[in-house]
T-cell receptor, first 111, second 115 residues
Framework: QKEVEQNSGPLSVPEGAIASLNCTYSDRGSQSFFWYRQYSGKSPELIMSIYSNGDKEDGRFTAQLNKASQYVSLLIRDSQPSDSATYLCALEGGGGNKLTFGTGTQLKVEL | GAVVSQHPSWVICKSGTSVKIECRSLDFQATTMFWYRQFPKKSLMLMATSNEGSKATYEQGVEKDKFLINHASLTLSTLTVTSAHPEDSSFYIC???????????FGQGTRLTVV
């Protein structure tokens, strides 16, 4: 089992809809979780961080963490074409000071 | 968010030469910096983790003598690709974080092409 798993997509949603991106992980000791967005040919940029169970909202983005079920999700409300990108889930785990990334989910927001 | 500057953003070099890439945290002190490479449409592959003043920790399969990492200060880390070959052509990205359990911020990336 991979340490961090994401569906590669592409996930297609119409403009204005809610996009739901999911991530599961295997290391129960993980404490810190992050969502990054990466446009083609660019480096990742941080969208959200979440450290405790529950929801965390920031503008159109909501991160959800459930440590018991070992998943973290990202909801994007009122999706825009500019949200089209690859979304990377990352967590601090592996017993060391490093982030482990999933392979990313490609999101396409269609007009 | 914090700013991480990576330079150069792209470079073309001849086979057999060495290339140095710089990564600077501009408005914070980074206890740890990370170096990744990424092939087209693939995920990030961690190459090494470097802590200021100590030797870098390389991931399995990454050649230490080929990818030299120096983290001389809390704001600067460098990656030198030595004796570059065409298969080293890739997108190299650095990231930096202040401390454990905090966000990591990425540089703009360096696209290396070896001809």
């Amino acid at each position: 089992q991979k340490e961090v798993e994401q569906n590669s997509g592409p996930l297609s949603v119409p403009e204005g809809a809610i996009a739901s991106l999911n991530c599961t992980y295997s290391d129960r000791g993980s404490q810190s979780f992050f969502w990054y967005r990466q446009y083609s040919g660019k480096s990742p940029e941080l969208i959200m961080s979440i450290y405790s169970n529950g929801d965390k909202e920031d503008g159109r983005f909501t991160a959800q963490l459930n440590k018991a079920s070992q998943y973290v999700s990202l909801l994007i409300r009122d999706s825009q074409p500019s949200d089209s990108a690859t979304y990377l889930c990352a967590l601090e785990g592996g017993g060391g000071n490093k982030l482990t990334f999933g392979t990313g989910t490609q999101l396409k927001v269609e007009l | 968010g914090a700013v991480v500057s990576q330079h150069p953003s792209w470079v073309i070099c001849k086979s057999g030469t060495s290339v140095k890439i710089e990564c600077r945290s501009l408005d914070f002190q980074a206890t740890t910096m990370f170096w990744y490479r990424q092939f087209p449409k693939k995920s990030l592959m961690l190459m090494a983790t470097s802590n200021e003043g100590s030797k870098a920790t390389y991931e399995q399969g990454v050649e230490k003598d080929k990818f030299l990492i120096n983290h001389a200060s809390l704001t600067l880390s460098t990656l030198t690709v030595t004796s570059a070959h065409p298969e080293d052509s890739s997108f190299y990205i650095c990231s930096a974080r202040r401390e454990l359990n905090t966000e990591a911020f990425f540089g703009q990336g360096t696209r290396l092409t070896v001809v």
